[in-house]
């Protein structure tokens, strides 16, 4: 009886989650056979899940436009700083505020970076300071404001607090300074906590559009998801994008076909680093939620 149960109850689940999959994966085969279907089957909507009149001129006239390569550049950049950024961060203030017996003033450390993860002051009045400092139409307006992630440094302090203190300890009495003990302990221990936390800020430095479009005027410093976003909604004129002679050429390819263009190809990324992650995720997630 308890077998047959087991035998329903695996049955239901892999069901359960092959749905889920599917309704994942079938809108991005959708997409892609739009954008490598032809012009006349995407207009008549005849495009399901494989491309009619397979071609890739979408992609050719996306690939070659200096307005598309320069925002991918900027997006690229501010990925690697950005993530270099939050995880220094994250470390140097995870590790001392999960010493609870030798960091003096832990406690209002920790309500301090508690208080502004539940309330912020809004909109204006960060574009107010963000104006004041200076960094308006700037790159590191992109880096700067989201540089430190309260929630990415509470799951690294329950990480550290997990480990033994007896590890720690020993180091301590060997003569291994706080440097050492995070360079040779924490850090080779922390691998999948930190793998977890640099797919994170992987996903938000990528998919972030709106800081762009609110701190930068200068379309040609925007991050590619705010020119996708200001295409997808027409704010952006395609004039400013392409030269005379692509415009001509992009003229007689369908519009929906070359959106669907443009999202495939800002999905690369993320397709292409996730599985490399995917094994520390839940790992990461679950490392030091249980005290010992």
Do not use: C
């Amino acid at each position: 009886m308890h077998r047959g149960n087991s035998l329903v109850a695996n049955i239901l689940i892999y069901t359960t989650l092959g749905l889920m999959a599917l309704a994942g994966l079938l809108p991005i085969v959708h997409t892609l056979s739009i954008s490598l279907s032809e012009k006349a089957a995407v207009t008549g909507g005849l495009v399901k899940l494989w491309p009619i009149g397979l071609h890739i001129e979408n992609y050719r006239e996306i690939i070659t436009s200096k307005f598309f390569l320069n925002g991918y550049w900027v997006s690229t950049m501010r990925v690697v700083v950005g993530v270099v950024a939050q995880i220094a961060i994250i470390v140097i203030t995870g590790y001392p505020i999960a010493l609870e017996s030798k960091f003096r003033g832990r406690n209002f450390f920790v309500f301090f970076l508690l208080v502004p993860m539940m309330f912020n002051g809004g909109l204006i009045p960060t574009f107010l300071v963000v104006n004041r400092v200076g960094l308006l139409d700037s790159f590191w307006v992109l880096i700067i404001p989201s540089a430190v992630q309260i929630f990415s440094i509470i799951i690294f302090m329950n990480y550290v607090r997990g480990l033994p203190g007896a590890l720690l300890e020993s180091a301590t009495i060997d003569g291994a300074g706080h440097v050492r003990i995070i360079v040779s302990i924490i850090l080779p221990l922390a691998l999948p906590s930190i793998a977890t936390l640099v797919l994170f800020s992987f996903v938000f430095h990528w998919n972030s559009w709106f800081d762009g479009l609110i701190y930068i005027n200068d379309i040609t410093k925007w991050p590619i998801q705010t020119v996708l976003r200001s295409f997808l909604t027409g704010q952006l004129d395609m004039t400013k994008a392409f030269d005379i002679s692509q415009l001509d050429r992009i003229t007689k390819l369908s519009d929906t076909g070359f959106k669907a263009a443009e999202v495939i190809l800002i999905m690369v990324p993320l397709l292409l680093i996730y599985p490399f992650l995917q094994r520390y995720y839940i790992k990461g997630l679950t490392l030091g939620a249980v005290k010992q």
